[in-house]
């Protein structure tokens, strides 16, 4: 799924890359979308902060949500409960602010301001694979506390300074109960998600590690970074399981392929993206922009 500044949200066919649906057009630039964990709908969210839904199947508008966010919404998303509901989590560029929204009645559940990064220029977000944790952090050097894990649902937060002061990624480890987080002392740290004490430290790169992910099944860590090196990691103790390297740039994203876990992605800064095989540690395949 695709949106555009020109408000239109297309579906596309995965394997064939056709147009499947065009979706209606709010009256405001569209910033980043998402299809629910049942494709049951999609999510948009807009540059002057309000979101929308549409049923995936019909392509029928379903709800818009307003006053939520002052500005840009920069990561919306939307999940089932185990009671029926649905509920959208959306995360402001400038406002800093977490809502948690009722899909069907679109009342706000919850609104969290995340002030400890009031004063960071540049704010990002990941949310857990079952929608009730989010994680925010700056990609600013700051002498503050950098890290923020938010319990979206009840209202609960939990901050640290780490990465001497700049972070640039930040996961959820399976089942949300680690956080993978790297920066510019060239560090892969593992978190305790609730007491957000480091509980595993990784280095191995020359330089700043700029992007990190971790497999479906929380066995392995890979990050890229500034010295144009793919690495994986054992989850477990820490150890560094494979090093590669094609790129001539640094790596600015990294991510397992979901369908097989056994293939890497890695684009680097001239946009060129490299498949990798995690068995033999060669490229599989090489897709210039």
Not at 48 to 61: A, F, H, P, V
Not at 92 to 111: C, F, K, M, P, Y
Not at 230 to 255: F, K, T, Y
Request: include cysteine.
């Amino acid at each position: 799924m695709t949106v555009q500044e020109d408000s239109k949200v297309i579906i596309w066919d995965q394997r064939e890359l056709k147009q499947l649906q065009t979706l209606g057009h709010p009256d405001e630039p569209l910033v980043c979308c998402s299809i629910s964990l049942d494709d049951a709908y999609v999510v948009v969210g807009g540059s002057k902060g309000s979101i929308y839904s549409w049923d995936s199947n019909t392509g029928r508008e379903y709800r818009h949500y307003e006053d939520g966010h002052k500005g840009p919404v920069l990561t919306s998303m939307c999940y089932p409960m185990e009671d029926g509901s649905h509920v959208i989590i959306s995360c402001g560029a400038a406002d800093h602010t977490i809502v948690a929204w009722d899909l069907e009645t679109t009342e706000q559940r919850v609104s969290i301001h995340v002030e400890e990064l009031d004063q960071a220029k540049n704010v990002r977000y990941n949310i857990s694979s079952d929608g009730t944790q989010v994680l925010a952090w700056c990609t600013d050097s700051v002498p503050f506390p950098n890290l923020v894990f938010v319990d979206a649902l009840n209202n609960v937060k939990n901050s640290v300074y780490c990465h001497d002061g700049l972070i640039r990624s930040a996961v959820f480890g399976k089942e949300s109960s680690k956080i993978i987080s790297c920066g510019n002392d060239g560090k892969i740290v593992v978190w305790d998600t609730l007491t957000l004490e480091p509980q595993i430290s990784m280095t191995g790169h020359d330089g700043n590690v700029l992007s990190v992910s971790i497999n479906s099944d929380g066995t392995h860590i890979i990050s890229g970074g500034e010295d144009c090196t793919v690495r994986m990691w054992s989850a477990e103790d820490g150890r560094q399981l494979q090093c590669m390297r094609a790129q001539d740039e640094p790596i600015r994203s990294v991510q397992f392929d979901k369908a097989s876990n056994t293939k890497i992605l890695s684009v680097d800064m001239a946009g060129r993206l490299y498949v990798w095989s995690t068995i033999s540690e060669v490229v599989l395949n090489l897709i210039r922009r």
